[in-house]
């Protein structure tokens, strides 16, 4: 089982240019308080920002990997569906830069982030 399985996020578009992912919030998502962790949002903007970026090599040995992640937590939520919509700011030879934005179902935007990947190659 992976990340993804494991914390039952779904992806609904995957593409160079957008990727999509949908979370429902379990109990296990949330921090002591009853509201969703933080964490949970880096790891829903990041891991749309990989799926983004792996998409962008015709190599079958290349790979994304983060190598910095910024995020803005921007209004709390302990329940619901969250999405997060992906898109690109630059797609370089080595470097990308996505964007992460993430809403609950009633379309509030709920986290803002950025993240910086790098292309490896396995030899």
Same mark, same amino acid.
């Given at each position: ?64 990997? %983060?190598?910095? &992640? #910024? =995020?803005?937590?921007? +209004?709390?939520?302990? @329940? ?11 797609? %370089?030879?080595? &470097? #990308? =830069?996505?964007?992460? +934005?993430?809403?609950? @179902? ?18």
């Amino acid at each position: 089982m992976h990340l993804l399985d494991y914390l039952t996020i779904e992806t609904t578009e995957q593409s160079k240019e957008k990727v999509v992912l949908t979370m429902k919030i379990a109990d296990f998502h949330k921090q002591p308080y009853g509201i969703l962790h933080g964490g949970m949002n880096g790891v829903l903007i990041e891991t749309a920002c990989s799926l983004g970026a792996n998409e962008q090599f015709s190599e079958e040995n290349a790979y994304a990997v %983060g190598v910095d &992640l #910024q =995020v803005n937590h921007l +209004k709390s939520v302990a @329940e619901g569906v969250l999405t997060v919509i992906a898109q690109p700011n630059h797609i %370089g030879g080595s &470097l #990308q =830069v996505w964007e992460g +934005k993430i809403f609950n @179902e009633t379309g509030n935007l709920i986290s803002v982030g950025r993240c910086t990947l790098l292309k490896r190659t396995e030899k």
